[in-house]
């Protein structure tokens, strides 16, 4: 069985840095895309950041120039480096992967259990 394992969110203050991390566990042979996504209170989910096998990122608007996406295929793992934090960007946040080839069989699509992400003072 292949599940997605976040870590690292938490409160933090305005203006402050925080690290979330997702690993793919289970028997995986290749994980196409891997990404965050968050949903603030009364809003719905929306796109954080992005990245293939190949290193193509892709960034949400209201995140560019605070945050960075890397990832480490060898550990199928995603993470997600926010700067600048502000109000705003609290929400619980949800690691995502597509396309993900695992032993027996294929997963378009997998989501993570959510962490939450608290900005303020």
């Known amino acids: 069985q292949v599940q997605l394992v976040e870590s690292g969110g938490g409160l933090v203050q305005p203006g402050g840095s925080l690290r979330l991390s997702c690993a793919a566990s289970?028997?995986?042979?290749?994980?196409?895309?891997m990404g965050w996504y968050r949903q603030a209170p009364g809003k719905e989910r929306e796109l954080v950041a992005t990245s293939t096998r190949g290193s193509s990122t892709q960034y949400a608007d209201s995140v560019k120039g605070r945050i960075t996406i890397s990832r480490d295929n060898a550990k199928n793992t995603v993470y997600l480096q926010m700067n600048s934090l502000k109000a705003e960007d609290t929400a619980v946040y949800y690691c995502?992967?597509?396309?993900?080839?695992?032993?027996?069989?294929?997963?378009?699509?997998?989501w993570g259990q959510g962490t939450l992400v608290t900005v303020s003072s």
């Open positions: 289970g028997s995986i042979f290749s994980i196409n895309a």
């Open positions: 995502n992967a597509r396309d993900v080839v695992a032993r027996l069989r294929r997963y378009p699509e997998l």
